[in-house]
């Protein structure tokens, strides 16, 4: 069995995976920040698998370059960077990893919130530049009592209902928005379902960004949404850079219709560091101080879920290749 892990990210050559799957070949191919890898034909003709590791590029060739892989995964839970459509044509699974991270990815949301809205992160930052004058709690801007407060959830799937649960913990209201999932869900779970984003977003106090990226939630927190907001928001996005638009998000953020945000991700990355928004941000204007803060898409870091994200990954091509068994397939629609 040979597998081309495509987009490379560890700075290891595989060990672990060549551990726990002695049997495999590993062809590794490395990207950088810039771009994705070169993939070289002749090696791409020849694997059963290709699996993408970059969180932000596509693999470097179409489906129809890989004549003998019988199945395609992306490590990690998005999986708006793999031609699921394209391998789809080729009545090949495209697969992914939604359970790994989860935790991590929960807690990363809430303590993005926690630090905007308990000033951890304005404190330091008014100490270590202003001395002895950034010694007063009135440094950080958006300081808010949780309890009773209404926390807001786009997406309740895996990520979003562990976030939802670290919410409640803090006595807040968990209200959520996905027109997917089945009705009955607010039952069994004990928060409450919203029929549209608009009412979302008109009730939350915070809101937290859980959904997939895909043609439907592209930029769907924009200029409507945002002018549906309740007055005062905390948005937190750790699902896809793209779902919300920066553009909209900085035209109400200058208008205090978002009182701040914690974003660790990016529409594009890490380019997006010169967007106005940003690099206002950058440059701490008196209107966004305290207000932003922005992590490199680390959400679903730590070195036990890297470990999760690595075997798993293999584990998907191995169940299927080895046993037939097929898993976290999310272009089943084509294979019909």
């Known amino acids: 069995m040979k597998i081309l892990c495509a987009?490379?990210?560890?700075?290891?050559?595989?060990?672990l995976e060549r551990e726990h799957y002695p049997d495999i070949e590993f062809i590794l191919a490395r990207s950088t920040n810039e771009k994705a890898a070169t993939l070289d034909p002749t090696i791409c003709g020849s694997?059963?698998?290709?699996?993408?590791?970059?969180?932000?590029?596509i693999v470097a060739a179409a489906p129809t370059a890989f004549p003998r892989a019988r199945i395609a995964v992306r490590s990690g839970v998005g999986f708006d960077n793999i031609d699921t459509a394209g391998w789809g044509a080729r009545k090949i699974p495209a697969c992914n990893v939604p359970d790994y991270g989860t935790t991590e990815v929960a807690d990363h949301a809430i303590g993005l919130m926690l630090a905007l809205t308990r000033g951890t992160s304005a404190y330091g930052t008014e100490l270590s530049g202003n001395g002895p004058e950034g010694w007063h709690f009135s440094k950080a801007p958006l300081v808010r009592r949780h309890k009773g407060a209404t926390f807001g959830i786009v997406g309740l799937g895996?990520?979003?209902?562990a976030t939802a649960r670290r919410a409640a913990a803090f006595d807040m209201k968990v209200?959520?928005?996905?027109?997917?999932?089945?009705?009955?869900?607010?039952?069994?779970?004990?928060y409450e379902r919203v029929n549209s984003l608009a009412e979302l977003m008109a009730r939350a106090d915070v809101v937290s960004v859980h959904t997939p990226l895909s043609e439907e939630t592209r930029k769907v927190l924009g200029a409507a949404a945002f002018a549906a907001a309740k007055p005062g928001l905390v948005l937190i996005n750790t699902a896809r850079g793209p779902i919300v638009d920066l553009d909209a998000l900085?035209?109400?953020?200058?208008?205090?219709?978002v009182a701040g945000?914690?974003?660790d991700v990016l529409p594009n990355e890490p380019g997006d560091l010169d967007h106005p928004l940003l690099a206002a941000w950058r440059r701490r204007e008196p209107w966004i101080a305290n207000r932003l803060i922005v992590t490199p898409h680390a959400a679903f870091y730590s070195p036990a879920s890297m470990r999760d994200l690595?075997?798993?990954?293999?584990?998907?091509v191995h169940a299927y290749l080895a046993e037939g068994r097929l898993n976290n397939c999310v272009n089943a629609e084509y294979l019909k």
């Open 261 to 263: 945000a914690g974003l």
């Open 47 to 57: 694997v059963d698998a290709v699996i993408n590791y970059s969180p932000t590029h």
């Open 7 to 15: 987009n490379w990210q560890a700075a290891d050559e595989a060990e």
């Open 175 to 190: 209200v959520f928005h996905d027109p997917h999932l089945l009705s009955g869900v607010d039952l069994s779970t004990g």
């Open 158 to 161: 895996r990520i979003g209902l």
């Open 310 to 316: 690595r075997l798993k990954s293999i584990e998907v």
């Open 250 to 257: 900085e035209a109400a953020m200058r208008k205090d219709r």
